[in-house]
């Protein structure tokens, strides 16, 4: 979109072709936000109609197939350096070489974990939400698999020695399927939650080899085919700045305010600043994320983005039919005309290293009542790269639809920050890149409540 005499450089389109720049994993980096995300897939790979596509069948194979296991945050998203543990997400397949099996034991890293700590087990569907005793999520959709082998809550999963190895530490956990019995060929575990029964241990950064086996009796006896090994990432954490606002930086969640008029420098890299402006709640403390506007070192606007309340919680039609922008308001360099057809797009900007891309993704559970797919902008520069998406306020009103509708948002999540402690503004100040604290940002980590109370006493 060309800006005439303001001598804003078109942004220039590339084919979809040349989109392998995108080294984010959309659904992951998604989940961090609400943050209650899960599914890994990058957005730009698949056309708009293969969206709604489901896997095609297969052939039963060897051992365990599809095996899953994850670390997950308070915010259902995979753990990153320094976070506490809230569950421990796992699911497989019983290949045909698999046996039957009545427990399965997963290594876990021992200098981390206390041996007989126990944890609690349930059905889990993604994105931070669990099943409910019927079987169905939030939604009230039925996510049990008709072929269930269970993981029992009792007895309960626990951290022990492994059976197989005893120089390795195991959670065990106990299996039977939906009408009882043993586990056997073709079963399928469905992805299960296990929290810790009080503390729950932090994970730093790194890559934790995770090797599964089945076991058969008591005492417990490795079955010869019952085995799976995954590797686990856990990321160094980068910055977040989500909610009402909320900021996340290496394992430490901070609370903030802005005032209310203006928009407000929260990120100033080398070649490109990050601007947000917020509105209030229904109560002073409370207040979220509007608009965010992105802009070069050179004054140049690369774009605008809001939240368009009016149609933003309507029910919408399925992903191969989203046609029109009705979640994100979007206004590319000084153009004061949105976006209103959606395609998926990317541009660079001239004579900069910042590179946009817009698409759509379908998200479960959805991030916004009635609307599966979720709009992103998904931001690229030489020093960081980020998602913006809208979100409902549904950690402030939990129990109210209708006002986390209202209060519909938006939220900033990073996925790669090199060089942070070049980097300015309020966050970096927030989160101890940039010292020292400025007067203006200390006052931003006391709620108005607190400063009105200070004033007063004053």
Not at 59 to 85: C, H, P, V, W
Not at 142 to 159: D, E, F, G, M, N
Not at 406 to 435: C, N, R
């Amino acid at each position: 979109q060309g800006s005439g005499s303001s001598g804003f450089q078109t942004l220039a389109p590339i084919p979809s072709t040349s989109m392998a720049w995108f080294p984010a994993v959309f659904q992951a980096v998604l989940a961090v936000c609400v943050l209650q995300a899960a599914a890994q897939e990058d957005p730009l790979s698949a056309a708009q109609d293969d969206l709604a596509g489901s896997a095609p069948g297969r052939r039963l194979g060897a051992a365990l197939e599809n095996f899953e296991f994850a670390y997950k945050d308070s915010n259902g998203t995979d753990m990153q350096d320094g976070e506490e543990i809230e569950n421990i997400v796992l699911s497989f397949v019983f290949g045909s070489t698999a046996g039957s099996a009545d427990a399965v034991e997963v290594t876990v890293p021992g200098h981390l974990f206390t041996l007989g700590s126990t944890l609690s087990a349930s059905l889990y569907s993604g994105g931070g939400r669990r099943l409910g005793e019927d079987g169905t999520d939030d939604y009230g959709r039925r996510l049990q698999a008709s072929t269930a082998c269970l993981i029992q809550s009792s007895p309960a999963p626990v951290v022990q020695i492994c059976s197989a190895d005893p120089s390795k530490t195991c959670l065990r956990m106990h299996l039977a399927r939906s009408g009882g019995g043993a586990c056997q060929a073709g079963d399928v575990v469905s992805a299960t939650a296990l929290s810790f029964v009080g503390s729950s241990p932090t994970i730093p950064a790194g890559n934790y080899q995770v090797d599964a086996q089945t076991t058969t009796g008591s005492p417990p006896v490795p079955v010869a085919g019952g085995i799976a090994s995954q590797t686990v990432t856990v990321l160094q954490t980068n910055g977040v700045a989500i909610s009402d606002p909320i900021t996340f930086y290496k394992g430490k969640k901070t609370k903030f305010w802005l005032p209310l008029e203006g928009k407000h420098l929260l990120v100033q890299t080398p070649d490109l600043g990050i601007y947000a402006s917020v509105f209030q709640g229904p109560r002073a403390d409370l207040q979220w994320f509007d608009r965010f506007y992105l802009m070069l070192p050179d004054g140049r606007k690369v774009l605008e983005v809001g939240v368009k309340r009016e149609s933003i919680n309507q029910n919408s039609t399925a992903s191969r039919h989203h046609r029109v922008f009705n979640q994100l308001d979007i206004k590319l360099g000084n153009s004061q005309e949105p976006l209103k057809q959606f395609e998926r797009a990317l541009w660079s900007i001239t004579d900069s290293s910042v590179k946009v891309a817009i698409g759509a993704q379908r998200y479960d559970p959805p991030r916004l009542h009635g609307q599966p797919i979720t709009e992103y902008i998904n931001v690229e520069t030489a020093t960081m790269s980020f998602i913006i998406i809208a979100s409902h306020a549904g950690n402030e009103f939990p129990g109210d639809i209708e006002l986390q509708k209202k209060h519909a948002h938006l939220d900033w999540i990073t996925h790669e920050m090199i060089g942070s402690k070049s980097f300015t503004g309020i966050l970096p100040q927030i989160w101890g890149v940039q010292q020292p604290l400025s007067s203006e940002v200390a006052a931003m980590l006391q709620s108005p409540t607190e400063a009105a109370q200070i004033c007063v006493e004053v």
